[in-house]
Every structure is written in C-alpha cells, then in structure tokens.
C-alpha cells in the first residue's frame, strides 16, 4: 500500500523493503517494515541490526551520504509504549519509528495515521461478515474435498 500510493519506493538494497523521504527531516530514509509491536522475537534482534550495519557500512563504502537516523524499522501500528523490549534494543542503535510517527514521516501529515485508524474501524465495522465467512468456508471445504488429502 505504501508503494502503491506513492509514499515510498520499493528498496534495491538487500535487507531494507522501503525507501522514501522523511517529509519531517527531508533526508532519505531505508527502511525495513513490520506489522505490530510485537512482530519480532530476541532472536531477531542481531540479525537485523547486522543488516542494518552492513547497509551502513556498503553506503561508506560507496560515499554515500547516510547516518543511522536514516537507517529505520518501521512499525506499521502500535504506539512508542507498546512496542515490545526486542524493538526498543534496536532503536538504541537504529530508529524505530512506529505508528503516528511513521506515517507522518511517510505522508507530511500528522493526522494521517488517527484518521486511518478510524477509518479501518469504520470499514471493519461495516463489513458483512456472516455471508464472508461462509462462502470461505464453503470455498475451502470444497478446495480440500477435491485436493484427494482425506482420501
């Protein structure tokens, strides 16, 4: 959705999913994306700030200019409290920016993410889930009837 509406680029650099202008710094941003506040375990930790070094370090490399405030993980909703400790290890070297923060840095509009919030909600709220369900149901007993798996 990000790339679809123009906020961001699809990154060309290993390890990093979006590239795009901080609309608060005016500096490029990498960026790596992650649902919620709680989407990675202790074990990611390391790996992703050695991804995240070896883009610093490829951009040295290459006099590119780069710091690491441009070198983010990006959470997609949540707010600061609510990330969990695995997140707040890494934002000690590189930034997490997460929910409100992201999405005005994404879009210039500081409002952008309430807003979307509540239009989600309006949307879920909205949608008719009984015939939704049912027709999955349906759709997937008969895609695993015809599969032969049960026989």
Known sequence: MIVALGLASGSLIKGMDVEFIDKIDGRKKWCQLKA???TINSEDVAPLIQKFNAVANLARTNV????????????????EVQLSQHYKIINETYPVLVGQDLWHRLTGFELFYPKLI??????????ETETLLLDGATKLAKEIEESGLLS
């Open 36 to 38: 919620g506040p709680n």
């Open 64 to 79: 590119i200019d780069l710091n690491n405030s441009d070198l983010v993980l990006g959470v997609l909703y949540a707010e």
């Open 118 to 127: 509540v239009s989600l909600n309006q949307m879920i709220f909205d949608l």
